[in-house]
């Protein structure tokens, strides 16, 4: 069976069996270390690049840098954007250009490779705040809001080989915000074991600027 008729049958699986859907889900969103050829996925990458940009710095706040972000996150990220686990009008109808599943992981692998991606300070006072919190965590949700535990030493990843936890420190300030109000709301919900929701539910909305402000400084 081709890569390109495997999605068939797993679409077709997914409109008509909602028990199989967690299975197929699973092993389709896992990529391994070296599937993904880096080389071969720069030029696979150019269609990616109008929004993420060049070097996956994109310039644009709304569009996330993909810049030494895990390759396993990217895959992950993408397949959920297939899927309709997440949800983007204009990132969900890229992501369904891409049907091949080597071409992801090599386009993911490629992003993976690049200088990780980095911000500029803004707000000193506000990212004061925002340190905090990522640190030592909240009033109402004590140390487990504290991002450090799941995100690691200055938002760069827990553990190089653990794909789970994406990178957040230098991603743009707007897209940060996004993405945890999008948590809170309920708008998105691909997070494994709802880590994020809970986390985000447990934010006042002055925290989400703060955070974001402090990270999108790193
Ligand atoms: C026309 C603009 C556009 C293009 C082209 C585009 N994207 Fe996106 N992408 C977006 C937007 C917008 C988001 C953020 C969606 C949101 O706010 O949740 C996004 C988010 C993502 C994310 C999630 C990143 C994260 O940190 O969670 C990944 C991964 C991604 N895109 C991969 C790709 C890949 C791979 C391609 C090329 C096949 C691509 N994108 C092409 C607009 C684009
Ligand atoms: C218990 C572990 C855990 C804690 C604590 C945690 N996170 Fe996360 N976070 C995750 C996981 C897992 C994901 C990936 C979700 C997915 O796969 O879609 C994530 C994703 C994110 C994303 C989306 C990144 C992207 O580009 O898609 C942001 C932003 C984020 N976390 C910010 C934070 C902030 C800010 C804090 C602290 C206030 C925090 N997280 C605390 C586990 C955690």
Redesign the pocket.
């Known amino acids: 069976m081709t890569k390109r008729s495997g999605i068939a049958v797993l679409l077709i699986t997914l409109m008509s069996a909602g028990g199989v859907y967690a299975a197929e889900k699973n092993i389709a969103g896992s990529m391994r270390d070296g599937e993904g050829d880096p080389v071969a996925g720069k030029e696979k990458?150019e269609?990616?690049g109008?929004?993420?940009g060049a070097e996956g710095m994109s310039v644009d706040p709304?569009?996330?840098h993909?810049a030494g972000?895990y390759a396993g996150?990217?895959y992950k990220?993408?397949l959920d954007?297939q899927l309709g686990n997440?949800g983007?009008d204009?990132?969900s109808a890229?992501?369904g250009?891409?049907s091949d599943s080597q071409d992801?992981k090599d386009?993911?692998a490629y992003?993976a490779s690049l200088k990780m991606m980095k911000g500029a300070p803004g707000d000193a006072k506000l990212a004061k705040k925002g340190e905090k919190l990522y640190l030592s965590g909240n009033k109402k949700l004590g140390d487990f809001a504290a991002c450090i535990r799941c995100h690691g030493e200055q938002g760069k990843g827990l553990d190089k080989k653990n794909a789970l936890f994406?990178v957040i420190g230098g991603?743009s300030r707007d897209?940060l915000i996004?993405?945890l109000k999008?948590f809170k709301s309920g708008a998105?919900t691909n997070d494994p074991a709802s880590m994020m929701a809970v986390v985000a539910q447990g934010m006042t909305d002055e925290e989400i600027i703060a955070v974001s402000e402090y990270l999108s400084g790193l």
């Open positions: 990458a269609m990616c109008g929004c993420h709304a569009f996330p993909l972000q996150y990217i990220q993408t954007f997440r983007d204009t990132m890229m992501a250009m891409v992801l386009i993911s992003y994406p991603q897209y996004k993405q999008d998105r």
